[in-house]
C-alpha cells in the first residue's frame, strides 16, 4: 500500500506543481501583492509568497467563500477583518474588494511575523507565519509548548508538523498541506 501511495505521489506531484504555473499568467492582482508587500515587509520581501498564499486561499478568486465565512482573494473572516479595519486606518474598503482583501490579508500576516521573530530560519518563519494565518497562533503556541516538552527544538516548523496533531487533530493536515502547498506554488511563480 505504502508502495502504491508513494508512485501516486511521484506521478501526480509533478502535474499539480504544472497546474500552479499558470498562475504566473494571472496577473491582476500582482500590484496589490506587490504594493503591500513592500509597504507592510519592505521592498525586499518577495511579495510572491502572498501570491501563492492566495493561490492556496481562493485561487485568485474574489468571490470565493468558505463553508466557516471567510470571503475574497485571502479569505478573511468577519472578525479578522474588523480588527485589521481598526488597527489599520489605511484599509479603507470592505473585505469583498479584491485590493482591501489583499492589503488585510498582507497586514495581518505582518502582524503575524513579528509575533514570530525568535532565532529561526527565514523558510520556518514563512512556515510559521502561514501555520498561524491558517490553525491560528494560539493552536502554533500550543504545539511549540508540546514540542518543547518532548525535546525538540519548538522554533523549527518540522518539530510544529509533528505536534500540531496533538492540538487541532485532524485539522493539523489541513495546516500542514496548506504550508506544503504555498511552498510548492511559491517555487513556481515568476
Known sequence: ??????????????????????????????????KYSKRYFGVNFDWLYFKAQAVAESRLKAKAKSRVGAVG??????????????????????????????????????MIWKAWKADRSFQDRINFMFGSYNAGKGNILKAQRIA????????????????????TGKQSEETIGYIRKINKIKGVLK
Open 1 to 34: 500500500m505504502k508502495r502504491i501511495i508513494l508512485i501516486l505521489l511521484l506521478v501526480l506531484v509533478p502535474f499539480q506543481v504544472k497546474a500552479f504555473e499558470r498562475y504566473n499568467r494571472v496577473v491582476k492582482y500582482d500590484k496589490y501583492f506587490s
Open 73 to 110: 482573494v485571502m479569505q478573511i473572516m468577519p472578525k479578522t477583518f474588523k480588527e485589521i479595519s481598526r488597527k489599520n486606518s489605511s484599509i479603507k474598503g470592505t473585505r469583498e474588494q479584491p485590493r482591501w482583501n489583499i492589503a488585510a490579508g498582507i497586514y495581518y500576516n505582518r
Open 148 to 167: 518543547k516538552k518532548k525535546g525538540l527544538n519548538m522554533n523549527l516548523w518540522q518539530s510544529i508538523e509533528q505536534t500540531l496533531p496533538k492540538v
